[in-house]
């Protein structure tokens, strides 16, 4: 039997509600409702998740999805030895034997008919077939899955299908408002909070940008790292450069308006 | 001469001394420089003591004799008095600005002039030497300013059938007219530029030389507009537009205006419902980038759009007004600085700083500067201004903007007590201190006012006017830039393209011409059926697939017999690849393809016409996006284009009726008719987008007399093309060209082009050369 342990969370992560996400995400776990959490990029979605883990005092299995996953990454395969085969579980196969929250992180990038081996886990019948194995795998009681998804990219491509998004609860995240970002912003690096404040204004100066060239705003996470490198002693101009423009855009006209809107904040 | 009676009070100490040591007096002295001056023109005696008096005050004695000698040889000149008398007037201006030692360049610039037929330019010359001076301030600047001049003048000058220099220059005077204006926005190597575009592109149109070089024309002031030194706004209305998006949640059509041609009243940003006006370039001021200065400028306008309310201006009179206006420029300003405090450097370094006492209030109205020193104080903690009433008001005022919320009206009510406690009797005084109080990042306000009446006349004259609705015909033109390679740059706007319906005639005719090629057509269905969609792509890593990929497997059984984990992704399948190209087929109209085609009875152009709806049949049935368009040229006033089929058209009757109308006639612009295809196109969504040409000679026009001119511009608008992903491909018709001799067309299209021998052919070769070309 795997080691449960090793999935708990030790520490309480910070997370700061924004609604009443906690209550409502307690009541779908009492009654194993499968999660899809969507929201732009860093905006706390992993962070959520991880936070509710350590809440239920549940482990938690997190798999980063890409495009080479294939089913067998997930459900598991049989290994060669010297003896011939040995079948190994897969993350999700794991989870549904031990009783874990498994999160499936970024699901569009994987393959679309590798995720619909989630379907018979998300449904009433809470079982997972193994079907190179023979075995039909009936899910732990604590069994839950949780899904992140980025509708910002939505390309043709990269979308989920009906039957997939169909089978989840969903909660949508969004930055949270200046007060509330700054706060979190402040309490994850403990810088002062006013320089919190400037730094989130900037962040939505780009977020007012989304769509006029740009893909996706300033995260919190960006945010917080310049926070991080502020509280480091770097001039505050430098670190917002390095952690808020930089990263998002190579278009010189966007980057120009963001360096303005930087000095124009930082005095 | 008893004209010169002594004037002690204009006495000045170096002019004393000299009298002094030559103990001579002032009159005795002015005699003996009138009698060296040697003129009889009566209009000289009359200026002769003021000018004599700037001259011994600025100029050094052999300077002083210099000058004198220089303005007896322009009197003698023979062009009457009026090339002295600028002269006498201008030249110590000229000198104080850029040194004596630049008299002797001057004067061999005049002997120039008055050795060719250009003695007319010499009064303009002599007239705007000084302010030219003084833009210039410099010796060496003002010979290159000099050699512009001979320059010009000598490749202007008229010569016809070995008549030498026989006539004027056309536009030299016009251009020495407007040299100081010219060199207020241009630096001279800028200046250089725009003569040399004068020169090349009007030398034989001596009409037009001069609308150039007196700044009528459009092209010249678009010419002017390029050369300008100083961040233009056309050039940043993206990164502006993002500013206003990003950081203040705003957006407006943004207007620029022309700073150029207003010289008196210069125009003052602005904002209406139409949208926000700003100048057209703005230059590096105090430090700060003329992108910043719009930024400052936009700041404002937001500001007053998002804080201010309009106020019934009836009641109160104009210095009211004017404070009101300060007085809710520093609130808005001051609200912008909350919001983001870096604004105020920027503003700080555009906002002018007046000196407390620069304004004297017995002479002059001094409103204005106490205006521009209080708001100079209300946003500048430093300001260092000890006047007791502005101090206070200072304070009142950043007590009002202590509290939460603050409105222009009480805001109003500030400024009006100011103007009550502060007003003088001087302020009505009709000379207005004006220097260092403009705040140039301020809008004009007019968006602050309203007026319950509309004025005080009787009958408002201007309400009735009534603009009659024009007509439209057609689309408006566009306009495209030319490419001159003499000078390796581009004419701005120069070919204007008037894009129109093709006429139609009778669809039924296309289809007998297709009737016509049946067997052809035969055939060419072969080949389609083997160009459609079918292309395999190897997908490889795959669990389950239809072969073994071998690479992979080996490596796997490699792994596999050394213990390692092994890949078991050792398949590869395969899926077909979807076609994307989207076809622009332009077609050359000319007049030559009504010429009978070499060894056929039909033409050019009905050869053409097969080809083109064999093409569109073939393009048709394989489903490419396609659209087609003929285009010919009569001068760069007027090129047609004329639209055949659109990319959402079908292949029906419509577009077969307006192919069987397709007439010949006037002359080839190709580069304009390829740019304007590639509007379109570029706007297509393939993967690959195909220019097919279809040509039958090298780009002519009427109104070009260098044969290269149009073929370079047709090669660099392939060039641009390049740029915008698109493949063009030009199939040429020129019976002429011959193995090795097919220059003009390879300068232009590279390696990218066929040349169809045995013209009867061509509808066959043309749709075997389009499915070659996207197989």
């Not at chain 2, 010569?159 to 060199?183: E, K, V």
């Not at chain 2, 100083?230 to 620029?256: A, F, I, K």
């Not at chain 2, 055949?644 to 006037?666: N, T």
């Amino acid at each position: 039997m795997t080691d449960k342990e090793q999935y708990k969370i030790q520490a309480e992560p910070f997370y700061q509600q924004q609604n009443n996400e906690v209550a409502l995400y307690e009541a779908a776990y009492r009654n194993r409702l499968p999660v899809m959490v969507k929201g732009p990029t860093g905006c706390g979605k992993s962070r959520f998740i991880e936070y509710m883990a350590w809440k239920l005092g549940k482990p938690l299995i997190t798999v980063a999805c890409n495009e080479d996953m294939t089913a067998s990454d997930l459900v598991g395969r049989y290994l060669l030895d010297e003896g011939g085969t040995r079948w190994l579980d897969g993350p999700l196969t794991t989870a549904a034997r031990i009783g874990a929250i498994c999160y499936l992180d970024e699901i569009v990038e994987a393959r679309q008919d590798t995720t619909v081996v989630i379907h018979p886990l998300t449904d009433h019948r809470r079982t997972l077939p193994l079907d190179k194995k023979g075995e039909l795998i009936h899910a732990h009681p604590d069994f839950q899955l949780v899904i992140s998804y980025n509708p910002g990219y939505q390309t043709l491509m990269k979308d989920l299908k009906q039957s997939t998004k169909q089978r989840f609860t969903a909660f949508d995240f969004d930055y949270p408002d200046a007060a509330l970002e700054t706060e979190i912003v402040a309490n994850e690096t403990g810088l002062a909070s006013d320089t919190v404040a400037k730094l989130v204004k900037i962040g939505n100066v780009a977020r007012n940008l989304k769509g006029h060239g740009l893909d996706e705003g300033i995260s919190t996470r960006l945010l917080v790292y310049a926070a991080t490198l502020i509280k480091d002693n770097v001039s505050p101009v430098d670190a917002c450069r390095m952690a808020l423009v930089r990263p998002i855009t190579d278009d010189a006209d966007i980057r120009e308006t963001l360096d303005h809107a930087i000095v124009a904040t930082f005095t | 001469m008893a004209a010169f009676r002594a004037r002690p009070s204009k006495f000045l100490a170096k002019e004393a001394a000299v009298a002094m040591n030559n103990t001579l007096s002032r009159d005795q002295q002015l005699e003996l420089y009138w009698t060296r001056l040697d003129t009889r023109f009566p209009q000289a005696q009359a200026v002769f003591e003021d000018c004599m008096t700037e001259a011994l005050a600025s100029l050094s004695s052999e300077g002083v004799d210099a000058y004198l000698e220089a303005a007896r040889a322009i009197g003698k000149l023979g062009r009457g008095v009026e090339p002295m008398l600028a002269f006498l007037e201008e030249w110590p201006a000229t000198a104080l600005a850029v040194g004596e030692s630049a008299l002797t360049a001057v004067m061999d610039t005049i002997r120039v002039m008055q050795k060719s037929p250009n003695g007319r330019a010499i009064d303009p010359f002599i007239r705007t030497l000084a302010p030219v001076a003084r833009r210039l301030q410099s010796a060496e600047l003002l010979e290159e300013y000099l050699e512009i001049t001979q320059n010009l003048m000598t490749r202007t000058t008229g010569s016809i059938h070995g008549h030498h220099t026989t006539f004027p220059s056309p536009g030299l005077p016009d251009f020495l007219a407007q040299a100081p204006n010219l060199l207020g926005q241009l630096t001279l190597s800028g200046m250089k530029n725009w003569v040399d575009y004068g020169i090349r592109n009007y030398n034989n149109h001596p009409e037009r030389q001069k609308d150039y070089f007196s700044l009528q024309s459009a092209d010249s002031r678009a010419v002017l507009q390029r050369e300008r030194q100083g961040t233009l706004l056309v050039d940043n209305e993206r990164n502006l537009d993002l500013y206003l998006r990003g950081l203040w949640q705003d957006s407006e059509h943004l207007v620029p205006y022309s700073t150029a041609f207003d010289q008196i009243r210069k125009p003052i940003p602005y904002y209406d419902k139409l949208g926000i006006r700003l100048p057209d370039v703005c230059e590096d001021q105090n430090g700060i980038r003329g992108i910043d200065r719009y930024r400052a400028i936009l700041a404002h306008i937001v500001g007053h759009r998002r804080w201010s309310e309009a106020q019934i201006a009836d009641n109160w009179s104009p210095f009211q007004r004017m404070a009101v206006e300060f007085f809710e420029d520093c609130r808005i300003d001051t609200l912008l600085i909350r919001e983001y405090p870096g604004m105020r450097k920027l503003f700080l370094a555009l906002h002018p700083k007046p000196q407390e006492n620069a304004c004297d209030p017995e002479t002059t109205s001094c409103l204005r500067h106490r205006l521009a020193m209080l708001s100079r104080a209300l946003l500048d903690p430093d300001h260092g201004y000890t006047d007791a009433d502005l101090n206070e008001f200072v304070a009142r005022f950043h007590a009002l903007m202590e509290q939460p919320a603050t409105s222009t009206n009480e805001v109003a009510h500030l400024a009006l007590s100011y103007v009550a406690r502060t007003r003088r009797q001087s302020d009505q005084f009709a000379k207005v201190h004006f220097d260092n109080t403009v705040v140039e990042y301020r809008d004009d306000n007019r968006q602050l006012w309203k007026f319950i009446e509309a004025g005080d006349e009787e009958e408002a004259f201007d309400e009735q006017r009534k603009i009659e609705p024009q007509e439209i015909q057609g689309l408006p033109p566009r306009h495209y830039p030319e490419w001159d390679y003499v000078s390796q740059s581009y004419r701005p706007d120069w070919v204007s393209v008037y894009e129109s319906l093709h006429s139609s005639g009778n669809a039924a005719d296309i289809d007998r011409l297709l009737q016509k090629h049946a067997a052809l057509a035969k055939q060419l269905k072969k080949m389609l059926d083997a160009l459609k969609p079918q292309d395999k792509v190897r997908i490889r890593y795959q669990e389950e697939g239809s072969e073994l990929d071998l690479d992979v497997a080996i490596r796997s059984l490699i792994d596999y017999k050394s213990g390692a984990n092994p890949d078991p992704r050792i398949n590869m399948s395969h899926r077909t690849n979807g076609r994307s190209i989207a076809v622009m087929l332009l077609l050359d109209l000319s007049e030559s393809l009504n010429e009978k085609a070499a060894g056929s009875e039909q033409t050019i152009l009905e050869l053409s016409q097969e080809a083109v709806s064999l093409l569109a049949w073939a393009i048709d049935k394989l489903g490419d996006p396609f659209a087609i368009a003929g285009f010919h040229s009569n001068t760069r006033h007027e090129v047609r284009y004329q639209h055949i089929k659109g990319y959402s058209e079908r292949w029906d009757d419509e577009v077969k009726a307006r192919l069987a109308k397709m007439e010949a006639g006037y002359s080839t612009r190709m580069g304009a008719a390829m740019r304007h295809a590639a509007h379109y196109l570029s706007a297509q969504k393939a993967d690959k987008k195909l220019m097919l040409i279809l040509t039958d000679g090298q780009p002519s026009d009427v109104d070009t007399s260098d044969d290269r001119l149009l073929i370079e511009d047709a090669r660099q608008a392939v060039k641009e093309l390049d740029q915008q992903g698109i493949f063009p491909y030009c199939i040429s018709l020129d019976a002429r060209l011959k193995a090795g001799d097919d220059d003009y067309v390879r300068d232009i299209f590279g390696q990218h082009y066929t040349i169809i021998d045995h013209i009867e052919r061509l509808p066959e070769r043309l749709p075997k050369l389009f499915m070659a070309l996207t197989k």
